[in-house]
RNA sequence: GCCUGGGUGGCGGAAUAGGUAGACGCAAGGGACUUAAAAUCCCUCGGCCCAUAGUGGCUGUACGAGUUCGAUUCUCGUCCCAGGCACCA
């Protein structure tokens, strides 16, 4: 201290001493209580964002905390290097994806360790080298061996003008972001990881995890979607073939009029071979393959199908039922077909009507009677059957369970068990992720890379063309190879690489042991550390990544490699950051710096143009409606950004950007630090005080317990909820109150008592801005690092309230309040509401009907 | 569209078990200090109403109903916003 707070000095002076004494690294140490503090790690963009910013401060004061507490922390970071930015920026810039992702890794660790985060950058990993990958690769062999991995062809997103597939993200509105043509589906060949094996157990295990959100394991279950139902198979006319469907509601079979196919079922076309309907058929398959599969899903989308020229037979009363195929049948869920019964399905219904398909109510509601013929709604309750031959007059619950074990008994179908999830595609034609170790022979088809072989490198001299797109399949010298089966030299490798979402999926395990190099993780450090006690990212990884990662687990479970299933105990998940995107007509997304403020409008810097202000949403390099937190570090430093970061909102909600109040945290530090300067000269040398209130009287005895009372509450806002803006509230309520004592004051304590609360609020900040409360502690003469200083504990006997304000309402509104002992008597309190005078007046002479009395705080007297 | 959240002053937010709505901070306005400014300190601050200016009245937590002595909090319905929807990560 001494002189005025100079946040830049302070803050690279504690940088270099945390660095030079390694106050950050850790190890293993057996006899110590381990805590596994994980911040999900970021995609090298080039520049850290607020997004980060928010996360990495909230992990940071967690990690500190815990550390604080006596438990030995692994608070590691690291870079999620492969991905799809890389590449665009390659055909961008004319950089190398390996040169771009490095260089921004580099960037971007220069920004975090100016954050002051308390990360053991010993550990640190990026998922694009062959040390990290190449375990990846051997799992997957692993995975293979066991039939854990396969192969079938699957739909993408293809571009015909660019010869090349798009991410879901590069087709806007149906075409190709580059060249602006229409995407059609394309079916690819793929590998897919069989995560569906897992579905029950996945599901299961979400009851069993009460360190998460509730709203997560919501999301999740809902997403796994497990549906008990029956597969019914209906034989196709003049055929040996059947049509399987999967249905949830067998009790409405008598009601089935028609089937749906899905576009892309093999049987559409085998069906409508031959027939009028072949042409017709055919061109709606083409048509379905140029539309996006989401949005085919829509309510709202215009139900459509065409006849296939085939018949169906309802085996349960032998109607003829006819084919078609519909836009809203989809291919990947049950079974790919669809029993329709119009009346009790509205999308049916709605498909029925327009076609004219006949309609049979099979169930009928209890209040009233449905007639087919004007039927508008369907009814998808329950009800009585009727229509149902022997099983009229059954509740349809009932009939549901008795219909699946008639169809079992005549073996025309089965009850069974669907998922809404798949199985995970994990092929990805691009270059810039982990080469998937297989090898294509001519004659011994699929062969795996022997493991003496691995890493697969992905080769780094290469140049990406223009259109996107992976040039791996023409890079000979990486794709031909011999096969490890027969030797023959027409063998090529594997060109797609893996889903990122494949190294998000255990890198957590990697940084318990990142430098291992003979297997992915070594078990000890593994069954030391894992699994992660807390888990802090944003909440649109709720599903995806987090599911993988449950996921990728089990597979580690099964294959004896960990110890554990789940490997997230504690989970928060925190809100975005978010901004208006603007947009230009001509340059398109701008950066909030791109465009120029001209009174209430803006304006496009390049071009001049006005443009639009678009929806406020979540911050993303795409939309470049991001702010760069470089420009709040060179105005107030890292503690400062911290603590705004932190005191702008609780974690797990939205935060919409605005700099305002920045300032204020700045000017709280500032408080903070007059405060330390004025009391530094009288406290110095004094004990701080920690004896019994009672001994204490007036200011100081006040002060004392408030300061008692924060440590509580700041303890169990960080424990309890992780609400760092009340628990800093607290803090700046114990300054202000330590403002109100003047320095002369010459009660024999306060001297004391001020120490004790300077060093308590010092204590209490450190975690949030840890520099600035280095620079304080070291100040008042306390060693070095007050990381290593224990958390403060609060005294109960501090934090007994001598009086109570007590409230009183007539008929629920408030009327009048005052002060009691904290010992006075229900009664008492009862007494002296009827008596007030202002009471009085409300009661007048109206009967008093009922007295609530809640203990020492609140009487309602109802007249 | 489906799944999951959210909506409280001019703004960020608080109220943790149904019990004083607006803690703490920002912005704004007024005042003190200063030759002046910055910084700092003090006061006011949801809206409306009043001959009584008060420890005053009414109203107010997206909207509409309901449960309750009492609802920001619970229930039902509506509107709006955000996230996810399987190849952005």
Known sequence: MGGKYDPKAIESKWQLFWEKTDLFGVAQEPDRKKYYLLEMFPYPSGKIHMGHVRN????????????????????????????????????????????????????????????????????????????????????????????????????????????????????????????????????????????????????????????????????????????????????????????AVFTTRQDTVFGATFMCLAPEHPMVRELSKGTAQEEKVSAFIERMATQDRSVRTLETYEKEGVFIGAYCINPLNNRRMPIFTANFALMEYGTGAVMSVPAHDQRDLDFARKYGLEIVVVVAPPDRDLESATLREAYADEGKMINSGKFNGMDSKKARDEIASYLEEKGIGRKTVNFRLRDWGISRQRYWGAPIPMIHCKTCGIVPVPEKDLPIILPENVELPEAGGSPLHQMDYFSKTRCPACGSSDARRETDTMDTFVESSWYFERYCSPDYNTGMFDTGAVDYWMPVDQYIGGVEHAILHLLYSRYYTRVLNDLGLVKYKEPFTRLLTQGMVCKETIHCPEHGFLFPGEAEDRETKKFCRKCGTEVALGRVEKMSKSKKNVIDPDILLKKYGADTTRLFCLFASPPERDLEWSEQGVEGAFRFLNR???????????????????????????????????????????????????????????????????????????????????????????????????????????????????????????????????????????????????????????????ELALADERIRKFIEDKPVKKIIVVKKKLVNIVV
Request: proline share 5%.
């Open 672 to 830: 903070v630090w007059r405060l330390g300067e004025t009391w530094l000269d009288s406290i110095r040398s004094v004990a701080p005080f920690d004896g019994n209130p009672d001994d204490l009287n007036g200011e100081p005895r006040v002060l004392y317990k408030k300061t008692h009372q924060t440590i509580k509450k700041v303890t169990t806002d960080i424990e309890e909820r992780f609400h760092f803006n009340t628990a800093i509230s607290a803090i700046m309520e114990l300054v202000n109150a330590m403002y109100g004592i003047e320095t002369e004051t010459k009660a024999p304590d306060t001297a004391g008592v001020m120490r004790f609360a300077i060093e308590s609020a010092a204590l209490l900040l450190s975690p949030m801005v840890p520099h600035f409360a280095e620079e304080i502690w070291e100040a008042l003469g306390r060693k070095p690092s007050i990381l290593k200083a224990p958390w403060p504990s609060y005294r109960k006997d501090a934090l007994l309230k001598e009086d109570r304000m007590v409230v009183v309402q007539v008929n629920g509104k408030l009327r009048s309040k005052f002060i009691v002992d904290a010992d006075t008597e229900d009664d008492t309190i009862r």
């Open 56 to 243: 990495y401060t909230i992990g940071d004061v967690v990690a500190r905390y815990k550390r604080m507490q006596g438990f030995n922390v692994l608070h590691p970071m690291g870079w999620d290097a492969f991905g799809m930015p890389a590449e665009n920026a390659a055909i961008a810039n004319k950089t190398h994806p390996a040169k771009w992702t490095y260089d921004n890794i580099d960037a971007m660790r220069t920004q975090l360790k100016r954050m002051g985060f308390s990360y053991d950058w010993n550990r640190e990993i990026a998922t694009c080298k062959p040390e990290y990958y190449r375990w990846e690769q051997w799992l997957f062999l692993k995975m293979f061996e066991k039939g854990m991995v396969y192969r079938k062809e699957s739909l993408v997103n293809w571009c015909e003008t660019c010869q090349t597939v798009l991410a879901n993200e590069q087709v806007e509105a149906g075409m190709c972001w580059r060249c602006g043509k229409p995407v059609r589906q394309k079916n690819l060949w793929q590998w897919f990881f069989r995560i569906t094996d897992y579905a029950d157990d996945l599901l299961a295990y979400c009851d069993k995890l009460p360190g998460w959100p509730e709203k997560v394991i919501t999301m999740q279950k809902n997403w796994i979607g497990k549906s008990l139902g029956a597969e019914i198979r209906f034989p196709v006319e003049n055929s040996g073939d059947h049509i």
